[in-house]
């Protein structure tokens, strides 16, 4: 009667296959130690056979001696040729990575207009630092008109600046008009009838 891989105990290394894991757990079954050992070795040298990929690269034996542990459940009591890991450190989980999520303002925006935000609060007061004030605000109000028309307002783009900029930089409309941006509407095409052909 065929068996099914699906009726069959789970692979804990699938790469390596069932043939090798069968190896694995018959050499549990063995008592001599020293007779288990050499079963060890054995298996050892057939694995590296089905990846000879893995000797390009450094400790590959190491790496395949880990490997038998892990197949073993690290219940095989064998004199090992190198100091193995232990089952909690397939239990370790890497740290946390610091990520900075921004919502908002600045996330609307991108980090091109955050970019030139920078660069003007850097800069020394005057005509040039106003001139590209006002331009970061210009393209700040043509990406809201693209994404939300609805809330392109001069006003609301002065706020977000100020709020960027911590409050490095600040308009209103008392000192800079903003152009309108007006996002044309998708025309509906008309899709032609077809003509139904009478029979004649």
């Given at each position: 009667m065929l068996r099914y891989n699906t009726q069959q105990k789970r692979l804990i290394l699938p790469e390596y296959g069932r043939v090798i894991q069968d190896m694995v757990d018959h050499c549990l079954t063995i008592d001599d130690r020293d007779e288990r050992t050499r079963c060890a070795y054995t298996i050892v040298e057939s694995m590296a056979h089905l990846f000879p990929e893995l000797k390009s690269g450094g400790q590959y034996h190491h790496k395949l001696w880990d490997h038998l542990a892990i197949m073993s459940g690290f219940e095989l009591d064998i004199d090992y040729p190198c100091e193995i890991i232990g089952s909690s450190a397939?239990?370790?989980?890497?740290?946390?990575?610091?990520?900075?999520?921004?919502?908002?303002?600045?996330?609307?925006?991108?980090?091109?207009?955050?970019?030139?935000?920078?660069?003007?609060?850097?800069?020394?007061?005057?005509?040039?630092?106003?001139?590209?004030?006002?331009?970061?605000?210009?393209?700040?109000?043509?990406?809201?008109?693209?994404?939300h028309p609805d809330a392109a307002s001069?006003?609301?783009?002065?706020?977000?600046?100020?709020?960027?900029?911590?409050?490095?930089?600040?308009?209103?409309?008392?000192?800079?008009?903003?152009?309108?941006?007006?996002?044309?509407?998708?025309?509906?095409?008309?899709?032609?009838?077809?003509?139904?052909?009478?029979?004649?």
């Open positions: 397939l239990n370790t989980r890497p740290e946390p990575l610091q990520i900075e999520y921004k919502t908002g303002a600045h996330l609307l925006y991108g980090h091109r207009i955050e970019d030139m935000i920078d660069m003007a609060i850097g800069m020394e007061p005057g005509e040039e630092r106003d001139a590209l004030s006002k331009f970061i605000a210009a393209q700040m109000k043509k990406t809201i008109a693209a994404t001069d006003e609301r783009v002065f706020a977000d600046l100020a709020h960027m900029s911590g409050g490095a930089i600040r308009l209103s409309s008392d000192n800079c008009k903003l152009h309108e941006y007006i996002v044309p509407t998708p025309v509906a095409t008309k899709k032609k009838k077809k003509k139904n052909k009478s029979l004649t």
